[in-house]
């Protein structure tokens, strides 16, 4: 067949078998490996079904006292997620506070930011009695107690929301940005004072944002790995997370760890259900046009007070743990005054040059980086074309399943694979394919949601106007879609990248000493007490991180917070 | 450095007596092999130190270092095993049960390095599998800036006093061999009650037994319960205001093996490796660089540490250590809540 006589055939469209395969690669990810982890969690030595292995973990006290941390933990995180996010979302969205774009920045900053590294840059902080906040604080009150004992529950919570409440923000600042004016005029004409107002017109306006805001950070406690093993084990107390990671410890339970990791899994499940639910009510002709006019509140006296709560909270999450994680880069001993004497690149060179384990992780980590999101880009641009286009019959389908891998957490999805590609036919353990496959598959809806706003946004008429004119698909594909499509998926490129480099959870479970990566050498570290490295290793990674964002933020023209238009 | 290292080489070669050919094709077919494999739960720096005084004594050949808790290192073989991977040369834990279950499984190699049946009896498996690399004995350690010597604690049981409440750290016997074999001794000298009166008194747990120095030396816990006293000696040396206690009742005395997999993808060079870490040069260096003991009969020690005769030991049969390794994490998971 000659280039000339191609025509298109509706019907018979070539393009078919992509979407296909595409569709095939998905239930390959997901359905394996949680086939596996369901038919372990069952499974009786020398044959048939038992379930003993959920009669052990549900019966175990000290089991169950983690699964109870884990939904004390979610919970409060949760809560003060939006007591945090909400108010600084409204404050950078409606009024005139001074400094808004310092704030949203560092707000971007603490959203990208490993949270594992807060926590431990927290220890640091705010241990009970070495901690920096805690010197300080006995050295002014002349008093012996700590001002914050970061190695509790409460602490962990801090921690946890500090880099969690983002995600309430986000949800929050983007609603904001759509709510019309005139109704909160309208209520103040009324008579109704500023306070009454936000209660009674704004807040009923973003309450399914805040409520869903509230389920996204709960979900990020609930699967959070690294921050609960850095300060709830010192303390002697497990979370689901770290509890599934012990029954890895030899002698290994993996049956119980694929039962206790399904609990998680449907916990997870129910609150996306939850929240679909809730934004699948957000019907209001308030929300959502684009023409009414948004004013700016002005706060009047109220503006510095606000201000400094806002940055209150930004050096918490963000100048505090990096200004500490620099200290510990540059001296001898962490817990000691930064003088000449106690100045020292050691780390530097003890990380970069002596400790061969760091080159190849970096390695490891940059190709495990820029596979995953170039396959990842691809695969996601292809699945949101097929989805948005409507080319399969049952794209709906191709839709969820792509989103899908949100349920489940980073652990669960690591005990999965490794119960899945440790065995035949497919032994991959040991290998970078396994993290890749872990990553692409975490990555997945992240990058889906990116690249679904962006076909969203290509107006379909164009590619029919092609199609009319005698191209194929794959031709209009990647004569007209393509470059609008570009930044977008340029953007999804780097979401991805930036959730790969930061992995903890599945990594943890999965890698051998032959493929480790970044965050799991700044793991064994803190196993082993080496701050200083630490400190290094988790300066660059963030280095590694804002250079990122940078190439994002150039490449779409806004920071990656904004609502996807 | 290299040059005493060869003459060292060439004595032993002289007594050993027409072994040199047979050595120089052990190196010839170790360098062609480039590399050598090493799980070791050495603390850090020590393992780089030692891994670098190879590769200078032997260029060409990489070691290939990959340090963590001795019961990690255990799980990591395990796993890799189960999935058919085979990239271990050299295991090296403090955790003697583990080589008895090696052994047991076939997994280890039959290797004996030149000059070992001098070292004392502790150090030496009788099937010839593995030998003690160094040894370590647990200790008290406290921060001399908050706690005074006369208040210190000296003695195991001291460490009850609620008065400490707070103020102590322990290392993990699920990570740490060198705290899993203190687990055991102090659980036959003392009984698991000790163990749940300890916990009563709210301790900071970390991992490694390398990890309560620093706890200690920065001060976030003035006591330490346990840890290897090579550590302590090592930031005390360093200028930290950190003391160690020997308690009179008596110290777990911890002898951590070193073997070849049966496996080992690099076989000559891990003999090579293996050799050369157990002679008298790289035994002296951890014995002053690092403070450890060695069996190493010729090595010296430092003049501020207490010889291994002036101390009353307390050892663990490593069979005894591998029947109840689950016990132990079990336990004191029970006791100390992770």
Request: glycine share 8%; proline share 6%.
């Amino acid at each position: 067949m000659t280039r000339q006589s191609r025509l298109p055939r509706p019907g018979l469209d070539r393009s078919l078998p992509v979407w296909l395969a595409a569709a095939l690669v998905l239930l390959f990810l997901m359905a394996l490996p949680l086939g596996w982890l369901v038919r372990v969690s069952v499974s009786q030595e020398g044959g048939g079904v038992t379930l003993a292995h959920y009669r052990a973990v549900l019966a175990d006290p000290a089991l169950r006292r983690a699964l109870g941390n884990t939904l004390v933990l979610a919970f409060w995180v949760g809560l003060a997620s939006i007591a945090v996010g909400a108010p600084l979302a409204w404050l950078t969205a409606r009024t005139d506070l001074p400094g808004k774009g310092v704030l949203r920045a560092l707000v971007l900053a603490s959203f990208v930011t490993p949270p594992f590294l807060g926590a431990f840059a927290w220890v640091m902080l705010a241990g009970p009695n070495a901690g920096l906040l805690n010197t300080l604080w006995r050295r002014l009150t002349g008093l012996d107690s700590p001002l914050v004992d970061i190695f509790t529950m409460p602490g962990l919570v801090f921690v946890v929301t500090l880099y969690t409440f983002p995600y309430v923000y986000i949800m929050l600042v983007n609603t904001l940005a759509l709510i019309a004016s005139d109704l909160e005029e309208a209520a103040a004409i009324l008579g109704a004072g500023r306070l009454g107002v936000a209660l009674t017109v704004t807040l009923p306006l973003v309450l399914p944002a805040l409520v869903s805001g509230f389920i996204l950070a709960v979900l990020q406690a609930l699967a959070l790995f690294g921050s609960p093993a850095i300060l709830a084990l010192p303390a002697g107390f497990h979370t689901i997370t770290t509890q599934i990671w012990s029954f890895f410890h030899y002698p290994p339970k993996i049956e119980q760890a694929a039962a206790f990791s399904l609990p998680l899994l449907l916990a997870t499940a129910l609150l996306l259900l939850v929240q679909k639910r809730v934004l699948g009510r957000r019907g209001y002709v308030a929300v959502g046009g684009k023409g009414g006019q948004r004013r700016t509140i002005a706060l009047g006296a109220w503006r510095w007070p606000a201000l400094a709560a806002g940055l209150a909270v930004m050096a918490c999450s963000i100048v505090l743990p990096y200004g500490i994680l620099a200290k510990a880069a540059l001296s001898r001993a962490w817990a000691q005054p930064l003088t000449w004497s106690n100045l020292t690149l050691a780390n530097f060179t003890f990380t970069f040059v002596d400790y061969g384990a760091t080159q190849a992780a970096i390695v490891n980590t940059l190709e495990l980086g820029v596979a995953t999101a170039t396959v990842g880009a691809v695969l996601v641009a292809l699945l949101a074309y097929v989805a948005t286009r409507r080319l399969v019959v049952g794209h709906q389908v191709v839709a969820f399943l792509a989103l899908a891998p949100i349920v489940i957490p980073g652990v669960v999805l690591a005990v999965a694979l490794f119960i899945a590609y440790t065995r035949p036919p497919f032994v991959l353990y040991g290998t970078l394919a396994i993290l890749f496959i872990a990553y692409l598959t975490k990555e997945l809806p992240t990058g889906y949601a990116q690249s679904d706003a962006t076909f969203r946004g290509i107006p379909a008429e164009l590619e029919d106007a092609g199609r009319i004119l005698g191209a194929g698909r794959l031709r209009i594909l990647r004569d007209v879609t393509a470059p609008l499509a570009r930044s977008g998926i340029i953007a999804a490129w780097c979401f991805i990248f930036i959730g790969v480099i930061r992995e903890l959870s599945a990594s943890i479970i999965l890698f051998t000493p032959a493929t480790r990566v970044m965050s799991v050498v700044i793991f064994d570290l803190k196993e082993e007490g080496q701050f200083g490295a630490i400190a290094v290793l988790g300066l660059t990674m963030l280095a590694l991180t804002f250079a990122t964002v940078a190439l994002m933020q150039r490449v779409l023209g806004r920071d990656m917070l904004g609502a996807r238009e | 450095m290299r040059t005493t290292w060869c003459l060292a080489l060439l004595a032993t070669l002289a007594v050993a007596g027409g072994a040199a050919a047979q050595d120089a094709k052990l190196v010839d077919a170790a360098r062609k092999e480039g590399k050598v494999v090493w799980y070791t739960s050495l603390a850090l720096p020590t393992a780089e130190r030692l891994a670098k005084a190879f590769e200078a004594a032997y260029p060409g050949i990489k070691v290939e270092l990959n340090r963590t808790g001795s019961e990690r290192i255990l799980q990591r073989v395990m796993q890799e095993l189960q999935a058919n991977i085979k990239t271990v040369d050299v295991i090296h834990t403090s955790d003697a049960g583990h080589f008895v279950m090696l052994k047991d499984k076939k997994l280890l190699a039959r290797h004996t390095p030149p000059g070992v049946e001098r070292f004392p009896a502790g150090f030496k498996d009788r099937d010839g599998y593995y030998y003690g690399l160094r040894a370590t004995v647990n200790a008290i350690a406290y921060n001399t800036r908050v706690v005074s010597a006369a208040e210190a604690p000296k003695t195991w049981k001291d460490l009850l006093d609620p008065k400490w409440k707070g103020k102590m750290v322990t290392a993990h016997p699920g990570y740490s061999g060198v705290i899993a074999t203190h687990v055991l001794a102090l659980v036959k000298l003392l009984g698991w009650d000790y163990f749940k009166q300890l916990a009563a008194n709210q301790l900071m747990l970390v991992q490694s037994a390398n990890d309560p120095s620093g706890v200690v030396a920065s001060g976030e816990r003035p006591v330490a319960v346990d840890g290897g006293d090579y550590t302590f000696y090592q930031i005390k040396k360093k200028g930290n205001p950190v003391e160690i206690v020997y308690p009179k009742e008596g110290v777990p005395l911890v002898i951590s093996p070193t073997a070849i997999t049966a496996f080992a993808p690099h076989p000559s060079a891990a003999r090579l490796f293996t050799d050369f870490s157990f002679g008298r040069e790289l035994q002296q260096l951890m014995a002053d660089s690092e403070g450890l003991y060695t069996g190493h009969p010729d090595v010296t020690y430092p003049a501020d540490k207490p010889k291994l005769s002036e101390l009353k030991l307390l050892t663990v049969d490593p069979d005894e250590l591998l029947k109840r390794n689950e016990e132990i994490k079990k336990r004191f998971v029970e006791f100390f809540g992770a």
